[in-house]
């Protein structure tokens, strides 16, 4: 009798910092990673709250205590499949809101508004005009789309 298990053990997944796929210390790439989504959403997301008038310090401390807390570990995924890159055909300023609205299957516009919304808060225009200042920046540009026309025959 084969009482062998070829199962492999399950349990909790752990949030762990990858330093393979660092830009400072790999915690931003280890909460990518955790939740399965586009590391570079989670830079931009953390960069975007750390921006909010008053809490560039707290953004700057979290990052830090997150480094010291989470252990060092390695990808439990692959990256295929969407990745969060700047439109380059529905961009209006620097391509960021277009590129979102692409990442997450939703009209830009939507995006646009949600974005002015947020940014025009009191006290928060400034951070909202940096966030998306630094999301130009941290974002890279997404594949340049070519069309060739054909000729048409009379």
């Known amino acids: ?8 053990p399950t349990g909790p997944r752990r949030l762990v910092r990858i330093p393979t796929d660092e830009k400072v ?3 931003c790439a280890g909460i990518a990673d955790y939740l399965d989504v586009d590391v570079t959403l989670v830079r931009a997301l ?6 909010v008038p008053g809490a560039v310090v707290g953004g700057v401390l979290a990052y830090l205590l ?17 990745r969060l890159t700047r439109s380059t055909t529905d961009a209006k300023f620097g391509g960021v809101c277009g590129g979102v609205a692409e990442y997450l299957g939703i009209d830009s516009t939507v995006v646009r508004v949600a974005w002015i919304v947020l940014a025009v808060l009191p006290g928060v225009v400034i951070g909202g005009v940096l966030a998306y200042l630094a999301a130009w920046l941290i ?4 594949p340049v789309v070519i069309i060739h026309q ?3 025959a009379a």
Do not use: D, K
């Open 139 to 142: 974002v890279p540009r997404g």
């Open 1 to 8: 009798m084969n009482t062998e298990s070829t199962a492999q």
């Open 150 to 152: 054909q000729p048409h």
């Open 66 to 82: 997150a480094w010291f807390i989470m252990p060092v570990g390695v990808a439990t995924r692959q990256m295929v499949g969407r």
């Open 46 to 51: 953390w960069l975007a709250l750390s921006i």
């Open 25 to 27: 210390a790999g915690v």
